[in-house]
Each structure stands twice: as structure tokens, then as C-alpha cells.
Nanobody, 119 residues
Framework: QVQLVESGGGLVQAGESLRLSCAASGSTGSINTMGWYRQAPGKQREMVAT???????NYADSVKGRFTISGDNAKNTVYLKMNSLKPEDTAVYFCKAVKDRWSGRYVYWGQGTQVTVSS
């Protein structure tokens, strides 16, 4: 099992920045991808950014150039630095970890952290 704990959400004004953290614990070996997803009220959960174990990042078009995902393997922590925040970035942000093992693919989610951007 992998436990994911997010932190760093909050209320900011448009144009400001936040940094989210996701700390993984438990059986963290063989995690090959971690990422951030978000879900706004009345909308489906969507991918924001992912990072592979090798450090390759992938971003949604809506956040490219504004958000940066990074990881600290020693701390089993993934970060999402969000700059130039917009009201449409308001959502609950979830951390996700994926393990691919011989027995199958295992997906883990954190409990989410609220990000609210006021105009």
C-alpha cells in the first residue's frame, strides 16, 4: 500500500503562486509515475501534470508555462509549483501514484487539497 498526503493548498488572489506537496509513504518502491490531478465543482477530474521516475514531466495545455512539477526521490515527495494562478485553477488538487508490477497496475490517490483563486 502507498499512502499519499497532500499539503500546500489555500486561498490566493489571481496572479499569485502556491506550491503543493505530496508525500508518499508505505510501499513506495516501484512507483513509476506520480502526478497531480484536479477536480472543480461539477466537472470531471483532469490531469494537471505528471512526472516519471526518470524525471520527465507532462503538462495539461491549460497549465503549460505556469506550473512546474518536480520530485525529490530521497523524500518520496512530489511538488507542484503553480505560478500566475487564475480563478479557473480553483479546484481540489489530488496527488496520484502509479505502480506497475508483474501482478498488475496499482493506482493510489491522496485525499486532496483545496486551491481557491479569487479574482
Amino acid at each position: 500500500q502507498v499512502q499519499l498526503v497532500e499539503s500546500g493548498g489555500g486561498l490566493v488572489q489571481a496572479g499569485e503562486s502556491l506550491r503543493l506537496s505530496c508525500a508518499a509513504s508505505g510501499s513506495t518502491g516501484s512507483i513509476n509515475t506520480m502526478g497531480w490531478y484536479r477536480q472543480a465543482p461539477g466537472k470531471q477530474r483532469e490531469m494537471v501534470a505528471t512526472i516519471s521516475s526518470g524525471g520527465t514531466g507532462n503538462y495539461a495545455d491549460s497549465v503549460k508555462g505556469r506550473f512546474t512539477i518536480s520530485g525529490d526521490n530521497a523524500k518520496n515527495t512530489v511538488y507542484l509549483k503553480m505560478n500566475s494562478l487564475k480563478p479557473e485553477d480553483t479546484a481540489v488538487y489530488f496527488c496520484k501514484a502509479v505502480k506497475d508490477r508483474w501482478s498488475g497496475r496499482y493506482v493510489y490517490w491522496g485525499q486532496g487539497t483545496q486551491v481557491t483563486v479569487s479574482s
